[in-house]
């Protein structure tokens, strides 16, 4: 089983009254406080099932620390034989479109559970008004099953963990902690739901895990060669732009070449005309030969120079934009043979598959 939700939802709170009332001991890596504590998917086991413990996971975060326990989170609950999402009493908010897709990866029925945790934060004090506070637990569960369409199938818990956080950060904790919140805190509910668990069930279970692994790897796939197209497309665009640059400034070069070139037979012709007149002296013919070699070198001198700037001027404006990187890191990959193509890596699989330590 894997427990899973956003920040500071209470799982960690969820599974370490899960641990005493049990009877077990709190391992040194389970830590309750108000921060971001879970950084690692940790297994524990709880009566006779492995119970995960996976990081929130925060939608739209920039850092890749968050980044990486989203994805660890996911990860461990795409394995799982049974998922259960915690969620606090204001249910989901921005991680509503996340769960909705992870919701319809082909769980069987009963293995994904709902936990709103922490109900006695809800707004309504249990000890002063235990009707009002079982109302709007139930008026919860039934917005809970409207917002992701949930049939009479899929249980849903509200618990109080840890009620007027009794117990706070403490670990070294016995039964008798919350013995005063026990009939109305939702945990013995939760509790029985775990005995319940039929091993009869698992072969259907774990045939459903795998397929839904296999449709994240199958997902993650098209999603990460669509990336790649998208990328490869950006930088085609890139490489044809520039191969029609390149085609007109060899047009343009071609008219100069040829421009200089007629204008050059026309001055050897006129120089071969007036060497034939008489009056045309050799120092007078070689001064004017010299001053028209000149000002045709000059004129044509300049034309290519300002084509020249023209191309200098144009490459540094294209080399400025962003999707020049992008190019010029494929070139400089493809140019030292390395392979260009990634494959995703898809989740993890567990290696512990037995009731007493598979991936409940």
């Known amino acids: 089983m894997t427990l899973f939700g956003s920040y500071d939802t209470g799982k960690s709170s969820l599974l370490r009254r899960l641990l005493v009332d049990s009877g077990g ?27 995960r413990d996976t990081p929130g996971f925060a939608v739209g975060a920039s850092d890749i ?5 989203s994805r660890r989170a996911m990860a461990a609950v795409g394995l799982t034989d049974v998922g259960i999402a915690v969620l606090t009493p204001q249910l989901a908010t921005a991680e509503r479109d996340v769960l909705k897709k992870l919701f319809t990866r082909g769980w069987t029925a009963g293995t994904m559970w709902f936990v709103i945790s922490r109900f006695d934060e ?8 235990l009707a009002e506070y ?9 917005e809970l099953r409207e917002l992701f369409e949930l ?12 009620p007027f956080q009794t117990a706070g950060p403490d670990t070294d904790l016995s039964r008798e902690t919350w013995d005063d919140f026990r009939g109305w805190d939702g945990m013995r509910d939760f509790a029985d739901a775990f005995e319940a668990v039929s091993l009869s069930a698992l072969p259907g279970w774990r045939h459903a895990a795998g397929q839904r692994y296999w449709a994240a790897v199958l997902d993650e796939t098209v999603t990460e060669l669509r990336r790649q197209l998208a990328d490869y497309t950006a930088r085609a ?39 034939w007149e008489p009056s045309s002296g050799t120092d007078e013919l070689q001064a004017e030969i010299q001053r028209t070699l000149d000002e045709w070198f000059t004129k044509h001198e300049v034309r290519l120079q300002r084509l020249r700037q023209s191309i200098r001027k144009t490459k540094e404006r294209e080399r400025a934009r962003p999707s020049w990187a992008g190019f010029a890191s494929l070139v400089a990959t493809l140019g030292s043979g390395q392979d260009t193509s990634t494959t995703p890596a898809g989740p993890a699989v567990p290696q512990n598959m037995s009731r007493r330590s598979g991936p409940w």
């Open 25 to 51: 001991d709190v391992p040194g890596w389970l830590t309750i406080s108000a921060r971001h504590e879970t950084f690692e998917v940790n297994d524990i086991e709880v009566g006779g099932c492995i119970v």
């Open 65 to 69: 620390r968050a980044q990486n326990n």
């Open 122 to 129: 809800a707004g309504v004090d249990p000890e002063y008004d």
């Open 134 to 142: 079982r109302e709007l637990g139930d008026r919860k569960v039934r």
């Open 151 to 162: 049939d009479d199938r899929t249980p849903v818990f509200v618990v109080s963990q840890d």
């Open 237 to 275: 665009e890139v490489a044809a732009s520039g191969v029609a640059r390149r085609d007109v400034w060899e047009s343009e070069l071609d008219t100069l070449d040829r421009a200089a070139q007629a204008s050059l037979d026309g001055l050897v012709e006129e120089v071969m005309r007036r060497s």
